[in-house]
């Protein structure tokens, strides 16, 4: 049987488990200042479970549509890659925390903290894109594509939830 040769993962700028603690606690945090604006308590679980739920939903439909190009990492690649995008998804929300809270905080409008709220996940979430890309290393066009088009619509998916969420918390 043909074996794909895979890469050597990417090092993290932190060890693999802080980043994914880092991911587990960053949405945390966001719906807390969307929380802390708005009075009410639902971001504080919604936006973890928008994260997490969205790559649980959408990451076996990358899985197959890379095989299918014929350009496929084994499982526990994708697995990997994966966990590593999470990590980064983590490390950089982490360092986007703190300017979010102050920006969000010190403006007189919900608009205003939801726009920060949201620029800092989807910024952090196109990070990771770009990691997890990174650490697939498609080699064929196809591979590549499908790759791109599945990051466009997992990160649509999941800002349309966020924009439901925090438009909801608004009014």
């Known amino acids: 049987m043909f074996q794909i040769p895979v890469a ?63 350009d496929g990492p084994p499982l526990a690649a994708v697995a990997r890659a994966l966990g590593s995008a999470l990590g980064a998804f983590g490390i950089a929300l982490a360092g986007l925390v703190l300017p979010a809270a102050f920006l969000s905080l010190s403006s007189v409008t919900a608009v205003t903290t939801i726009m920060v709220c949201s620029c800092a996940l989807g910024g952090a979430a196109v990070l990771a894109m770009k990691r997890l890309s990174d650490e697939l290393a498609t080699r064929t066009l196809s591979a590549g594509v499908v790759t791109f088009v599945w990051a466009i619509a997992t990160l649509g998916i999941a800002g349309r939830l966020w924009w439901n969420l925090a438009s909801e918390a608004v009014s």
């Open 8 to 70: 050597p993962p990417l090092p993290l700028a932190a060890p693999r488990a802080l980043s994914l603690a880092l991911a587990a606690a960053g949405p945390v945090a966001i719906g807390g200042i969307l929380a802390a604006h708005t009075g009410v308590i639902a971001p504080l679980a919604a936006a973890p479970a928008i994260v997490f739920g969205v790559v649980a939903a959408t990451s076996p439909a990358l899985y197959i549509a890379i095989t299918a190009t014929g």
